[in-house]
């Protein structure tokens, strides 16, 4: 659905990433990449390969996946590496993967959001009908790791589960020590996401 699964903010520096710089510093061995030229300001390159697809915009460098299976979540945490051990000195401040599920049912929850009188009052007010609905859950995971869980529904997109794990990191260091050897942080949190698409809202 055009999610950033992947996202770190920092300082980037988006003049490094070059086609030539990106192909023999971060690129996966066998692995090549489109380069698509950006529309908008201050954004680089976007490089995009079989598997996924990364770009810098502002602070942001974010990955998304275009091939659904296990190792495009694999090689772009392997990516997000090679990156952070190519510029170790970035300064970083957060992590974040999302994931996104359409539901077929309305969420029972979002009925109850607002007293139907008070809601009718605001209609009144602002002389229009109610578009879309959503509500917002934070949980505290770890001492570094929240949870924030969108429930929305809108005529357009449907009825959606927004699963956003955000990570509050100091520096390169930390990402490195996050991400591990195994490569799986992505992988674990959409299992986790998944399991509570699948268990809490139905399939």
């Known amino acids: 659905m055009g999610t950033n699964t992947l996202v770190v903010l920092g300082a980037w520096n ?56 296990e190792s495009s979540y694999i090689f772009a945490i392997q990516t997000l590496r090679n990156i952070i051990q190519k510029l170790p000195h970035t300064p970083v401040r957060a992590l974040g993967t999302n994931f996104v599920f359409k539901k077929d049912t309305k969420f029972d929850v979002l009925e109850n959001l607002d007293d139907s009188d008070k809601l009718k009052s605001v209609v009144d007010i602002v002389g229009n ?38 990570y509050n990191l100091k520096s390169t260091e930390d990402i490195l020590n996050l991400i591990g050897e195994d490569n799986n942080l992505l992988l674990n949190n959409k299992a986790l996401a998944n399991d509570i698409s699948n268990n809490v809202y139905g399939e």
């Open 14 to 69: 988006i003049a490094i990433f070059t086609p030539e710089w990106v192909k023999n510093n971060i690129l996966l061995e066998n692995q090549e990449a489109r380069v698509l030229v950006p529309m908008n300001i201050g954004c680089s390159l976007r490089f995009e390969t079989e598997y996924y697809s990364f770009f810098i915009e502002g602070e942001r460098l974010s990955f998304t996946i275009n091939k659904e299976e």
């Open 129 to 166: 009908s109610v578009t879309s609905q959503a509500l917002v859950r934070k949980f505290k995971l770890t001492d570094i790791e929240d949870l924030n869980l969108k429930i929305e529904e809108d005529p357009q997109k449907g009825s959606l589960l927004d699963f956003n794990f955000n």
